[in-house]
């Protein structure tokens, strides 16, 4: 997958709205391949391009994993990889990675021995682990399939893995499609002392078999959101809905979405989202680049910010940040 689209992303101009509300982003990816166009210059331009975002929290992505030593260790490679991007961001002033959520097994028996290495790795920016349990069986085409074993969320040895993060004091995110909402539950209700992060909404899909069915999947999305909610223990990341695999189609248009066309769009699930799990449980995320295949940063921010005009100002200030810094302790 290829990021670098701002030709593209250009021909649609937008002037950042609220322009001073600060901004934490507690979602998005870096690649250190050439290829895949989004580093750390390509970042910083989509942060310094007129919102104020200030801190960002990393997310596990795959990326720049060792390419020697145990397979249990490689991805405290990324770890490695993120604290020296933040190290340069911050030495460049400005908007800096002030976090990092990297991979482990969690099913793995010598679990901790990973967490160690995490955490020595991380210095000091290690906040949790995601172990996502993504899995689509429906035969449809998936830009960003996703890889796990079925029913991983009611391995034992999983949920065990689970319980370990929260006796550990770190959280855990993880994504999966909306059909996976209630293994989810059972896995939130399982483990109700690991702070949780439900990432992308569940992702609703819509394309192959589930690409006239978006009616129908909203309604059952929307009681699997309010038993989510029950759990205490979950807090949402309200962002990731423009992902191709979404299937609203930006991403293959001559012109990238406008912030009115997201608000028409995805507005229904936002405050869905927000009313089940209230404010203080919610955070925007960019999930940028994934969702700069159908979007610009202005754009996706701008968006946020007319969904979030009919909240107070102090419901505002924890959605677009203050959540944020209490998950992953910024």
Known sequence: MVFNNSDWLASVVETAIEPEREIVDPHHHLWPSAQMGYNVPEFRGDLLSGHNVVETV??????????????????????????????????????????????????????????????????????????????????????????????????????????????RGLSYDTWHYHHQNRDY?????????????????????????????????????????????????????????AMPDNGFGWDARETPATSDEIVAAHERWYDHMIACFGPERCMFESNFPVDRLSMSYVVYWNAMKKIAAKYSEAEKAAMFAGTARKVYKL
């Open 185 to 241: 539950l059972a896995l939130a209700q399982a483990c109700p002392d690991t702070l949780m992060v439900l990432d992308h909404f569940g992702t609703p899909v819509g394309v192959g078999p589930y690409a006239d069915k978006r009616e129908e999947i909203f309604a059952a999305w929307k009681e699997d959101v309010t038993a989510i909610a029950k759990c205490p223990n979950v807090y949402a990341k309200i962002g990731g809905l």
């Open 58 to 167: 990393f997310m596990e992505c795959g990326a720049s994993y060792r390419k020697d030593g145990p397979d249990h260790l490689k991805p405290v490679g990324e770890t490695e990889f993120v604290v020296a991007s933040a190290e340069k961001m911050r030495a460049m002033g400005g908007p800096y990675i002030a976090a990092l959520v990297a991979h482990a097994d969690l099913r793995l028996p010598n679990l901790d021995e990973v967490l160690d290495a995490q955490e020595a790795a991380g210095k000091g920016m290690f906040r949790g682990i995601r172990h996502a349990g993504s899995r689509d069986e429906s035969g449809a085409t998936l830009r960003i399939p996703g890889h796990a074993p079925p029913r991983l969320y009611h391995e034992a040895d999983f949920q065990r893995g689970v319980k370990r993060l929260g006796q």
